[in-house]
């Protein structure tokens, strides 16, 4: 069902109950609404849009099919293999009609590798449907039917309006059984599965199971809020996790398939680790999150902007960044083309920045961290230093081009424990270039006479790859 190794499409029956009017509240009665009598005419209503699909994948057979006329024959359409010695592998799914004219949105994990595709509608119409475009990073698919009368259609709603609590209804396939509805409710938002650069689903208890890929989850309006993809599973049963990639990301992935056939991805360039309190503290800024470059890609938006490792990001369009997953999320939302203002912190001060985002062409990934080494050593930091001599190149594999003090050890009872990394190259301390051991301690040493701000260092580091990136940590001085 899905494209998750360790996640499965399942099916969670929630038994629609009369719930109170009242819900006590140790301040005062909060009232609630109550609980739908019954989904009859919703389902009703939308059964006509949604619609079950199949695949059929053609592949040369390992086994050697029977021959005409042979008693084992019949055999042949039992394996799935014909008598030109091919084997067909089908997929069941579902999918939702969006417009009169027949486009269809199902995910492309269900209509992957297929060479035929046949849509059956509720009243028992089958049609066969032409891909249009494909998008595996958000799992979307849009289809295309040829009807003669124009085709019952669902709209999408707006999914940020959507809230925990709601409820929803589901409509699919499951295992075969198609026009199947269930019902629950909206469960969480924004959840991250680890499956894409911008992961945001709906999470829901509503029945979800192998076949109700790419159908769609309703609100009470009848609007499609999103699209069923995959469920969290540790028997392959129902657990009640099911989740749906939200109607917002359908609408904008759907439409730029349907025109262009592929999807255009903004870029900015950059590779960023989260800023919490203390760094935001180290940076002297405002607020209590953001995110700070650590890397620039050459010819990017980022380098063009003239943006800079080591320059914290607040905002994006004046909307926080708390995260590096909320940074790629809100710029995945933005348009190739289109010119985005970043407020940033640089050397203590605020100031905005203008970037015009390109296309991503290839996936940029992001540097591997490198577990910490627990040795022992005594200083301020609590870090055993050494200048970068040709030995120590050789032995950290450092490259010429980077210069400052290669860390060989830290305490575990230092101020530098879980910060700092054997193998770290401290390039600055307070924004300020640090040339030898000695640089570095005394800068360190000056940081001391303001206990209330915590020590900024820069270094770079090592990934498992073998690149080196940029990486930003606070060090606090009450210790």
């Known amino acids: 069902m899905s494209r998750f190794a360790a996640l499965a499409l399942i099916v969670f029956a929630l038994p629609v109950t009369g719930l109170s009017t009242l ?21 009703k209503r939308l059964m006509p849009a949604v619609v079950n699909i199949s695949t059929e994948t053609v592949i040369a057979s390992a086994m050697p099919t029977f021959p005409e006329g042979s008693p084992a024959e019949r055999f042949n359409e039992y394996f799935g293999r014909d008598n030109d010695g091919f084997q067909r592998q089908g997929s069941l799914g579902s999918g939702f009609v969006i417009s009169a004219d027949g486009y269809i949105v199902t995910n492309n994990h269900v209509i992957d590798k297929a060479d035929t595709i046949l849509v059956t509608f509720s009243d028992g119409r089958e049609m066969q449907a032409k891909l ?9 698919a849009v289809l295309k039917v040829t009807s003669k009368t124009p085709l019952a259609f669902v709209p999408l709603a707006d999914s940020d309006k ?14 075969g059984f198609g026009g199947s509805v269930s019902a629950g409710i909206i469960s969480a938002t924004g959840r991250d599965l680890n499956s894409g650069r911008a992961d945001n689903y709906i999470q829901t208890d509503a029945a979800i199971n192998q076949g109700n890929s790419g159908g769609p989850l309703f609100n009470l309006a009848g609007e499609v809020v999103g699209v069923n993809t995959a469920i969290i599973s540790q028997s392959g049963g129902s657990i009640g996790l099911g989740f749906s990639v939200p109607s917002n990301t359908v609408k904008r992935i759907s439409q730029q398939l349907i025109k262009e056939g592929r999807v255009r991805r903004p870029w900015l360039g950059v590779n960023v680790q989260d800023a919490d309190a203390a760094l935001i503290k180290a940076y002297r ?83 591997a961290k490198v577990a910490p080494d627990n040795a022992a050593s005594s200083n301020d930091l609590g870090a055993e230093l050494s200048p970068i001599d040709d030995d120590m190149r050789r032995r950290y594999s450092i490259t010429k081009d980077i210069s400052g003090v290669v860390v060989t050890s830290v305490s575990p009872r230092g101020r530098a424990y879980n ?17 030898s051991v000695t640089d ?21 580091r090592r990934g498992e790859t073998g690149a080196w990136f940029d990486q930003f940590v606070s060090i606090e001085i009450q210790k």
């Open 132 to 140: 249009v475009g494909r998008d595996r990073d958000s799992d979307l």
């Open 162 to 175: 959507a809230e925990v609590g709601e409820w929803v209804i589901a409509i699919g396939n499951p295992l």
């Open 23 to 43: 819900v006590e509240s140790s301040a005062q009665a909060v009232p609630v609404k109550e609980t739908p009598a019954s989904f009859r005419q919703l389902a």
């Open 285 to 367: 800024a405002k607020g209590v999150s953001g995110v700070i470059i650590t890397r620039i890609s050459d010819g990017s938006p980022a380098a063009k902007a003239k943006l800079e490792v080591g320059d914290l990001i607040l905002t994006i369009d004046g909307k926080s960044v708390g995260s590096v997953r909320e940074l790629t999320r809100t710029v995945s939302e933005k348009a190739v083309g289109k010119a985005i203002s970043l407020s940033i912190v640089r050397d203590g001060r605020t100031r905005d920045v203008s970037v015009t985002l390109a296309e991503l062409k290839d996936d940029d990934a992001d540097a």
């Open 440 to 460: 570095t301690l005394a800068k360190v040493k000056a940081a001391l006479a303001n206990p209330s701000q915590p020590i900024l260092i820069r270094v770079k």
């Open 419 to 435: 910060k700092l990394r054997r193998a770290d190259v401290i390039v600055e301390v307070n924004f300020q270039s640090v040339s």
